[in-house]
Nanobody, 122 residues
């Protein structure tokens, strides 16, 4: 069974930094694409960043140059380094695993974590 667990959220002042972590168990992690999403109160969940199994990355325009997604396949972990945080970055951040299996074409399932709260406030 695939499990996705985020950590690292908290309260930070504008201009500060946080690093979120997401550990995935129950899958061949290195084959997965991984992503971070966020949802602010009263708003729809939106994509923040994605890292593909080969290491390429994409970012939402609102976080380009401030956030960095990375992965450590040996630790089954994906990270989101968030710098120059703004009040507008306040949201629950979710990790999503696009699970692949060796020898099987395509994504076999999508799994979400429970979310971690990030609050940017002075």
């Amino acid at each position: 069974q695939v499990q996705v667990v985020e950590s690292g959220g908290g309260l930070v002042q504008p201009g500060g930094s946080l690093r979120l972590s997401c550990v995935v168990s129950g899958s061949a992690f290195s084959f997965n694409d991984m992503a971070w999403y966020r949802q602010a109160p009263g708003k729809q969940r939106e994509s923040v960043a994605r890292i593909f199994s080969g290491g390429s990355t994409t970012y939402a325009d609102s976080v380009k140059g401030r956030f960095t997604i990375s992965r450590d396949n040996a630790k089954n972990t994906v990270y989101l380094q968030m710098n120059s945080l703004k009040v507008a970055d306040t949201a629950v951040y979710y990790c999503k695993a696009y699970v692949r299996e060796p020898g099987i074409a395509g994504i076999i399932g999508n799994y979400w974590g429970q979310g971690t709260q990030v609050t940017v406030s002075s």
